[in-house]
């Protein structure tokens, strides 16, 4: 059986013929502090207030709960965007199709928020802190494209296990955002996107390998992908291929007290497989099979996952590794026959 992935920091092991979840504890997670409510009116400014973040956010969970209540993506109204309309419209494709309850992503309690300082547009800010439903910490990104579109939610990720954020400047002053090609880091922050693709898609054999902490994230997708290949390989039923590439989607930054920087980006995963034939058929999950349309796969499965990563890269001439603090992952499309 072909089970469909579920969405989450640390990805449901995207078994061919069995699933299971990564326990995750919080670990060395610290606390989210509790942001002040009043902007310092002098100097630089960041792109909105304290106040008028929490209450964007406010908003924003009201359109979640309005959405997951209806199992409609015509009810976010805007304010969810990018990856994370793509991730929530296709759950609710599933859920309206199996006749299951849909739940809104976990609000952040008391939220951490890292807010830039104000330049052109597009604007974007970040607000983190423990949620009652998650193991770890949540990871808000929040984007708008001009000044009339309100602030949608671009991507919700899960901090890893023991992973604390990197201190940033005041939120009532805002920290620098950085551009996607800025130098004075170990990387530019495209470069750290494309690099840890690439170690996605070759693992061991990566020249980018050593410049990568270990990750629990990129960890267990590599061993599910071995355990699959090797489940199809015993029965001789066909060939699994797992495809990472760069999405065109913006690449976030934002410097750090350090002289590093929280770097915040999207990989688009491609997952195949192919039935040999004369095998017979495969049959999905249900889960799966809703969201691709059909029970059963004779030829060809192509499934399209969402991944956003978000990272600490350290200062230029550090020796520290690149490190993985939290991710997302969530299925958007899936086609059989």
């Not at 939120?171 to 470069?191: H, M, R």
């Not at 600490?312 to 490190?323: F, K, L, M, N, Q």
């Amino acid at each position: 059986m072909i089970r469909a992935g579920r969405r989450g920091a640390v990805p449901f092991a995207v078994s061919l013929f069995a699933a299971s979840l990564l326990a995750a504890a919080l670990g060395g997670c610290s606390a989210v502090p509790a942001t002040p409510s009043d902007p310092d009116p002098g100097g630089a400014h960041p792109v909105v207030t304290p106040r008028q973040a929490v209450q964007i956010l406010g908003t924003l969970d009201a359109s979640l709960l309005r959405a997951a209540a209806a199992k409609d993506a015509a009810q976010f109204d805007g304010r969810v965007v990018g990856p994370e309309q793509q991730v929530l419209t296709a759950s609710y494709k599933v859920l309206r199709t199996l006749g299951q309850p849909a739940v809104a992503p976990p609000a952040p309690s008391r939220p951490r928020l890292l807010l830039p300082t104000a330049g052109g547009w597009p604007r974007w800010f970040v607000a983190a802190g423990a949620s009652p439903n998650t193991p770890t910490p949540v990871l808000r990104v929040m984007w708008s494209t001009n000044a009339r579109a309100p602030y949608g939610l671009w991507s919700q990720l899960n901090l890893l296990p023991g992973v604390t954020l990197p201190e940033v400047a005041s939120p009532t002053v805002g920290a620098a955002a950085l551009g996607s090609d800025v130098a004075g880091l170990v990387q530019t922050p495209v470069a750290v996107l494309m690099h840890y693709t690439e170690l996605l898609n070759r693992g061991d054999a990566s020249a980018y390998r050593s410049q990568f902490a270990a990750d629990e994230y990129r960890t267990q997708l590599n061993e599910q992908l071995k355990s699959d290949r090797a489940a199809f390989s015993s029965k001789a039923v066909g060939v699994v291929v797992a495809e990472h590439t760069v999405s065109r989607d913006p690449v976030f930054a934002l410097a750090t007290m350090d002289g590093g920087a929280l770097v915040i980006g999207r990989v688009d995963q491609k997952y195949s497989v192919t039935v040999a034939a004369g095998k017979g058929s495969v049959r999905l999950d249900q889960q799966l099979a809703a969201l691709a349309g059909v029970q059963t796969v004779s030829k060809k499965l192509d499934r399209t996952a969402v991944e956003t990563l978000a990272f600490y890269v350290p200062r230029a001439g550090s020796t520290a590794p690149i490190a993985l603090l939290a991710a997302s992952k969530g299925d958007v499309a899936a086609t059989a026959s």
